[in-house]
């Protein structure tokens, strides 16, 4: 099932995410529901306040980009991430544009590490602790901000915020329309 996407302004998109346990009422269903969702949103990554429920899962996908050949991988890449940790950052930082489903049509570089030591359990609670780096790591950044209740734009510098101030408070008051189905946000 496609669920709707909460947008920008939402108040559980500024809300700390609950960890969850294996027995959370549901879960392989939302995951399924997460997948298809951000598919049919054309995304890359999905984290659960995006779909109105403030818990510690993100699912993403991609299809790896190969420099040597300058193509896309046929096989995707999945990862479903249930209580993510960043234990530590490696190496530099570099910037890379991101996009988010909930801030439509505003597209910013972010300057982020390369490469983590990541902590998650996946979807059968099998626990991990990896040293990630390419898209995968980028990603996972991106949505484990939306656990802690931030959003990409929050790290631009304060001349960038400024420069998109406007289309932000479109996007919180409905006025910017998505190709995909996005939750009303309740007016305040
Ligand atoms: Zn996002």
């Given at each position: 099932?496609?669920?709707?996407?909460?947008?920008?302004?939402?108040?559980?998109?500024?809300?700390?995410?609950?960890?969850?346990?294996?027995?959370?009422?549901?879960?392989?269903?939302?995951?399924?529901?997460?997948?298809?969702?951000?598919y049919?949103?054309?995304?890359v990554g999905?984290?659960?306040?995006?779909?109105?429920?403030?818990?510690?899962?993100?699912?993403i996908g991609f299809r790896p980009y190969d420099e040597k050949t300058d193509t896309y991988s046929e096989n995707e890449e999945r990862h479903?991430?249930?209580?993510?940790?960043?234990?530590?950052?490696?190496?530099?930082?570099?910037?890379?544009?991101?996009?988010?489903?909930?801030?439509?049509?505003?597209?910013?570089?972010?300057?982020?590490?390369?490469?983590?030591?990541?902590?998650?359990?996946?979807?059968?609670?099998?626990?991990?602790?990896?040293?990630i780096d390419g898209m995968f790591a980028r990603v996972?950044?991106?949505?484990?901000?939306?656990?802690?209740?931030?959003?990409?734009?929050?790290?631009?510098?304060?001349?960038?915020?400024?420069?998109?101030?406007?289309?932000?408070?479109?996007?919180?008051?409905?006025?910017?329309?998505?190709?995909?189905?996005?939750?009303?946000?309740?007016?305040?």
């Open positions: 099932m496609i669920l709707p996407i909460v947008g920008y302004g939402d108040p559980i998109l500024r809300k700390e995410a609950q960890p969850i346990t294996a027995d959370y009422q549901g879960l392989d269903q939302l995951i399924d529901d997460m997948f298809e969702t951000m049919s949103a054309d995304g999905l984290a659960a306040p995006q779909i109105d429920r403030s818990i510690q899962l993100v699912v479903v991430l249930i209580n993510p940790e960043i234990i530590e950052e490696k190496g530099e930082k570099e910037y890379f544009n991101e996009g988010c489903l909930s801030i439509p049509d505003i597209h910013e570089d972010v300057l982020r590490p390369k490469s983590i030591v990541l902590h998650w359990f996946d979807e059968n609670f099998d626990e991990h602790e990896e040293l996972a950044q991106h949505e484990i901000d939306h656990l802690h209740g931030k959003v990409f734009t929050d790290r631009l510098s304060p001349l960038r915020k400024t420069m998109i101030k406007r289309k932000l408070n479109d996007v919180a008051t409905g006025k910017v329309h998505a190709k995909y189905r996005m939750k009303r946000t309740s007016k305040r």
